[in-house]
């Protein structure tokens, strides 16, 4: 059996949990094993989770608001009693604050960060990525498996598996945790920056705070979410969850939109890993060109502006 | 207060990354190491700062080998009292965990700290793996930490927002940006840092889980497409046909 830990946020499956599923199914399906998906959060799945390749699911009742320690007893109950190979969780905030909580107590070895798997030699190597998203690594496992956390958007999910699944219910019965949670502060409305599949960034080329007002419409237009440079959030024109790199958070979006920022190495350590990376900056030899896919190189105060209101004219035709 | 922080030696950002030809072997030859830097920026500094405020003492502790001296003292340099280093190459984290909780069992400390990941292995794994062993209440990637008592209140980050938490020490943390600012070690720290305590300690058996069978780095990157600025519908087809997120 593979476990597979699937959060409910908001009565959504998260896109996280399909991603370690899909990883789930393609492991069960070169080892000719099942899949169960262990819901938690704060309702039943938003969509099949057959169709992402879970021959079973249960929903856990009261788990929305589980601290690590109850989860990890969930789990390793959930996993000692079906006898559990594998323990597939994301690498969100989640899984890193679970996982080697999980190992440690089934005694298994634990590969975060991942992004891939082969299966081609039988025994199953997986692929994580390390120094900073310069490199990776393949890791074999023994035969007891592994706990394995997925690099939030580093594995496409994939659908249309078309597995029966059959659905149950049960209680959480969860050990009372050493943590007392006081208060939760969501930052309401848009997609959370670690989750975001488009990210439109902006750093110190922009000149004033007051003039975000051209990124913050992008990013609206695209749909996507903000971020900035470190120097841009230290002085105080961005709050601090925005600033992506080496020191701020490590995203790894499908888009990332690139401002007016330079390209520095611990601003790429945190955002090289992004699908695709468009880049909009005045210096043509600005360090970020290197890692673009697409650059347009100009000022952005003429090009963002033109370009906003051309995708707005390009969206209201279509 | 009796305080460990667990430091860990990784190649500075800007190095070159290269493999040797078993792919297995990081090529040291023109990499700098430097102390990873969440855990001198957020988790060293905020132990020196609650030795300040309460009294007791700062350990820091270091699995490696001799070579890593080098951070080791620039820790004590910071301002850590003493330093231990377990003699072994770690293989990955669960050998650095056990290590690390081994040393801890005998011992009472009020809080283990660590740096929310090290910039090479990137897993955010020694901190949960460490906390399960010992069994204690664990909180990652926490940027506020304040103590009253017996008690520890902690910010920690979650996907869009933050976490607010109270625990019972012992415990374990792993600290994110906002926990503490950054120390440049000065001349007199320099100076007791040489004659601070450097314990070798010898390492436990540990059964090895996972085995890395190489590296492997990314394809190289196609060249970048460059758009004339003032072509804009190129760049808005671009974001519908290529990118499709309109
Ligand atoms: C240990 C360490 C950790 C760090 N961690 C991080 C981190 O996590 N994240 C991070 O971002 N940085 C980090 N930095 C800082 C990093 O080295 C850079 O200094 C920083 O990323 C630069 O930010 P920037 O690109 O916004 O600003 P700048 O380097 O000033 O670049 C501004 C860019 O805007 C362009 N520009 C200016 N005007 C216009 C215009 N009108 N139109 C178009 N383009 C224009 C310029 O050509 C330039 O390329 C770290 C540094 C150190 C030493």
């Not at chain 1, 939030?152 to 029966?164: C, E, L």
């Not at chain 2, 700062?58 to 004590?76: C, N």
């Not at chain 2, 949960?128 to 506020?144: H, R, T």
Request: hydrophobic share 40%; charged share 20%.
């Amino acid at each position: 059996m593979i476990l597979v830990l699937t959060e409910i946020f908001h009565q959504q499956i998260k896109r996280t949990s399909l991603e370690s599923l899909t990883l789930a199914a393609q492991l069960a399906k070169a080892t000719g094993s099942k899949v169960k998906a262990l819901c938690i959060g704060d309702g039943t799945p938003s969509v099949d989770l057959g169709d992402y390749g879970a021959d079973e699911v249960v929903v856990i009742n009261d788990s929305a608001l589980l601290e690590n320690d109850q989860l990890c007893d969930l789990i390793c109950r959930t996993a000692t009693r079906d006898n559990a190979s594998y323990v597939i969780l994301s690498l969100n905030s989640t899984g890193k604050s679970t996982a080697g909580l999980v190992a440690a107590k089934l005694n298994k070895g634990l590969i975060s960060g991942v992004t891939g798997m082969n299966t081609d030699s039988g025994n199953p190597l997986f692929k994580k990525n390390v120094f900073s998203g310069k490199a990776s690594a393949w890791y074999s496992v023994d035969q007891h498996g592994a706990v394995v956390a997925t690099l939030p958007n580093g594995i496409s999910p994939v659908s249309g598996q078309g597995k029966q699944t059959s659905l149950s219910t049960s209680n959480s019965e969860c050990v009372t945790s050493k943590i007392k949670r006081l208060e939760r502060r969501l930052q309401a409305g848009k997609t959370p920056l670690a989750e975001a599949s488009v990210v439109v960034s902006a750093g110190r080329g922009m000149k004033d705070p007051s003039n975000w007002g051209m990124i913050e419409e992008l990013s609206d237009i695209l749909g996507a979410t903000t971020a900035c440079s470190r120097p841009v959030a230290d002085a105080g024109w961005r709050p601090h969850h925005e600033h992506v790199g080496q020191t701020g958070l490590a995203i790894r979006p499908n888009v990332y939109v690139a401002i007016g920022i330079s390209g520095a190495i611990q601003h790429l350590a945190g955002v090289n890993n992004s699908r695709k990376i468009i880049v909009i900056n005045k210096d043509p030899e600005a360090p970020f060109f290197k890692a673009a896919d697409y650059g347009v190189c100009g000022d952005l105060f003429e090009i963002v502006p033109k370009l906003n209101e051309a995708l707005k004219n390009f969206k209201s035709k279509s | 207060m009796n305080l460990l922080v667990c430091i860990s030696k990784t190649p500075d950002t800007t190095s070159k990354i290269a493999f040797d030809a078993s792919g297995k072997k990081l090529l040291e030859d023109g990499v700098q190491f430097i102390l990873n830097p969440y855990d001198e920026w957020y988790a060293l500094v905020r132990a020196i700062e609650l030795k300040e405020q309460f009294g007791g003492q700062v350990d820091v502790i270091h699995v490696g080998e001799a070579s890593s001296e080098m951070i080791i003292r620039k820790a004590l340099a910071i301002g850590a009292d003493a330093a231990y280093r377990v003699d072994m190459t770690p293989a990955g984290s669960w050998d650095t965990a056990s290590q690390i909780a081994a040393f801890a069992k005998t011992r009472n400390y009020d809080l283990i700290f660590l740096g929310k990941e090290t910039i090479d292995y990137n897993g955010s794994e020694v901190g949960s793996m460490l906390a399960g062993i010992l069994d204690l209440p664990y909180i990652a990637y926490a940027s506020k930490l304040t103590i009253n008592g017996q008690i520890a209140t902690l910010e920690s980050e979650i996907e869009g927002g933050i976490a607010v938490s109270e625990v019972n020490l012992p415990m374990v943390l792993s600290c994110a940006k906002g926990m503490a600012e950054q120390r440049i070690p000065n001349m007199m720290g320099i100076m007791n840092a040489k004659k601070k305590p450097l314990e070798v300690v010898s390492p436990t058996d540990v059964h090895q889980h996972i085995r890395l069978e190489r590296f492997e780095l990314p394809p190289a990157k196609s060249s970048v497409t460059m758009i004339a600025p003032d072509d804009i519908d190129k760049l808005v087809d671009i974001f519908h046909s290529d990118l499709k997120i309109i």
